[in-house]
């Protein structure tokens, strides 16, 4: 049997306006009179538009919705699995993200910390670090840092401290990505010539800590800057973050403790 356009779409619970747009995508042709121009739908189109509302209640995407079509009962069923294993990270992301909110709504009934940012000056004496670098938004820094921490582990060095990343620059073209190095501070018993062990010289630094969530970090930014513009002093390097607590030893992000520090100009 045929359908026009609109008889389709009633019977589908589809606009006509996605019909056409299935069919610009060549997701669903329907057959076309070339006289009048119309569109006839057959009994298998509604097989295959029933098939497209549910890839795309699976959260499929139209080009990924080209490929399942094309595809075998076995392949099909390993792209389920993968869609699977993609939801359900989206889906941890999105509980963490609602946890989140849900403090702002219902505050947890503890001391309430406000911080002051103190500004302290002093002098970083020289010492060497294993540093990866790369362009990354926020999720790929942490791939980055969990990379720092498989790396440092094999080679199993004596630990310098606190792992940090300097903030080197924001892309122009997408302000979520960031030009970041992770360092983590080691002793060196032996010369190498490992280009990822690198010497940080001797300098003159301001630095703050920074008590609670990420995303209030840029004040502490800007207490270094105040305080630097009111004292009379450049700022002559990138930020640097240092991790003193943070998800490795706590979940709880309130509780997260962040050096930031820049170097001063002379």
Known sequence: MLYKIGEFAKINKISQR?????????????????????RYYTDNDINTVSKLKLLRKYHFSIDEIKNVLEMDSEATKFIFQRKIAELNERAIEYMDVIEEMKTYIEP???????????????????????????????????????????????????LAGKYFSIFHSVKESDYNQYDVEVC????????????????????????????????????????LYDWANSHGHRLGGPFIE????????????????TEVSIEIME
């Open 242 to 257: 240092k991790y003193y607590v943070d998800e490795y030893i706590t979940k709880d992000k309130d509780e997260f403790v």
């Open 18 to 38: 996605m019909l056409r747009y299935y069919d610009e995508k060549s997701l669903l042709k329907p057959r076309k009179d070339e006289v009048n121009g119309y």
């Open 184 to 223: 983590q501070p080691i002793l060196l018993e032996t010369e190498t010539n490992d280009s990822r062990i690198k010497l940080f010289r001797e300098t003159n630094y301001l630095h703050t800590i920074h008590m609670g969530n990420y995303d209030s970090i840029s004040f502490a930014y800007n207490a």
């Open 108 to 158: 947890k009934k503890t001391i309430h910390r406000v911080n002051t940012y103190d500004v302290f000056w002093g002098v970083r004496k020289p010492f060497h670090a294993f540093c990866l670098r790369k362009v990354a938004d926020e999720a790929g820094l942490e791939l980055l840092i969990d990379q720092l921490h498989y790396h440092v582990n094999r080679m199993n060095p004596v």
